[in-house]
C-alpha cells in the first residue's frame, strides 16, 4: 500500500519568499505523484503532476516541484510567495496511475505573511 | 466547459436521518470518484466507478453507505442512517481513465450531523 507524509501541517513564508513544501511517499511500484491545492470552500485543483519523464515538473501558478526516487520525495517550490497563494496543498500518489484512486497526504496549510 | 457539477453545497440533518448527494461529471469522463474529506484531513476515497461498474469500493463503509451510477453518468451517494462522525466533506471527481490522467474535482458536499 502507497503512503505520503507531508512535512509541516502549517507553513508560513513572507511575500515575495520562497516557498517550499515538503511531501515523501511510499510506494513499492513506481508512484505516480500529485500536487493539488484547495481554496475555502472549494474543491481540489491540480498544480502539477509527475508520471514518467522529466523528473522536474512545471505546474500552474510559478510551482515546480521534483520527484526524486532516492529520498522518495516530491517537494513543492516557488520561487516568489504571492497573497494569492494562501491556500491548502495537498500531495497525492498513485501507483495505478491518474485513473485510481488518490492517496493523499493531511496537507499543509500555506500562510502568507504581508 | 463545465466542470463537475455536486448539489447540495451544504446539508444539515438529524443524526438517523437519511441524506443523499449527487453528482454530475465532466462530460465524456468515463471515470468517477466519491471522496470523504474530514475537518484537516486529506480526502480519502471511498469508491471508484468505470463506467456504470463499481470498480474499487472496498473503503465504502457498506452497512451504511451505497452509492451508484446509472446509465454511467450521473452518481449518487447515500447513507442511511447518518451518524453523528459522518459530518464532513464529501468530494466528487471525474477523469477520463487514462494512466497519465487528472482527477478534476468539484466543490464537494458539506454535511453536518447534529
Known amino acids: 500500500a502507497q503512503s505520503v507524509t507531508q512535512l509541516g501541517s502549517h507553513v508560513s513564508v513572507s511575500e515575495g519568499a520562497l516557498v517550499l513544501l515538503r511531501c515523501n511517499y511510499s510506494?513499492?511500484?513506481?508512484?505516480?505523484l500529485f500536487w493539488y491545492v484547495q481554496y475555502p470552500n472549494q474543491g481540489l485543483q491540480l498544480l502539477l503532476k509527475?508520471?514518467?519523464?522529466?523528473?522536474l515538473v512545471k505546474g500552474i501558478n510559478g510551482f515546480e516541484a521534483e520527484f526524486k526516487k532516492s529520498e522518495t520525495s516530491f517537494h513543492l517550490t516557488k520561487p516568489s510567495a504571492h497573497m494569492s497563494d494562501a491556500a491548502e496543498y495537498f500531495c497525492?500518489?498513485?501507483?495505478?496511475?491518474?485513473?485510481?484512486?488518490?492517496?493523499f497526504g493531511k496537507g499543509t496549510h500555506l500562510i502568507i505573511q504581508p | 466547459e463545465a466542470g463537475v457539477v455536486q448539489s447540495p453545497r451544504y446539508k444539515i440533518i438529524e443524526k438517523k436521518q437519511p441524506v443523499a448527494f449527487w453528482c454530475n461529471p465532466i462530460?465524456?469522463?468515463?471515470?468517477l470518484y466519491w471522496y470523504l474529506q474530514n475537518l484537516g484531513q486529506g480526502p480519502e476515497l471511498l469508491i471508484r466507478y468505470e463506467n456504470e461498474e463499481a470498480v474499487d469500493d472496498s473503503q465504502l463503509p457498506k452497512d451504511r453507505f451505497s452509492a451508484e451510477r446509472l446509465k454511467g453518468v450521473d452518481s449518487t451517494l447515500k447513507i442511511q442512517p447518518a451518524e453523528l462522525g459522518d459530518s464532513a466533506v464529501y468530494l466528487c471527481?471525474?477523469?477520463?481513465?487514462?494512466?497519465?490522467?487528472?482527477?478534476?474535482f468539484g466543490p464537494g458536499t458539506r454535511l453536518t450531523v447534529l
Open positions: 509527475y508520471t514518467t519523464g522529466a523528473t
Open positions: 497525492a500518489v498513485s501507483v495505478g496511475g491518474g485513473a485510481d484512486g488518490l492517496t
Open positions: 510506494s513499492s511500484v513506481p508512484p505516480y
Open positions: 462530460s465524456g469522463h468515463n471515470t
Open positions: 471527481a471525474s477523469s477520463l481513465g487514462l494512466r497519465s490522467d487528472t482527477q478534476y
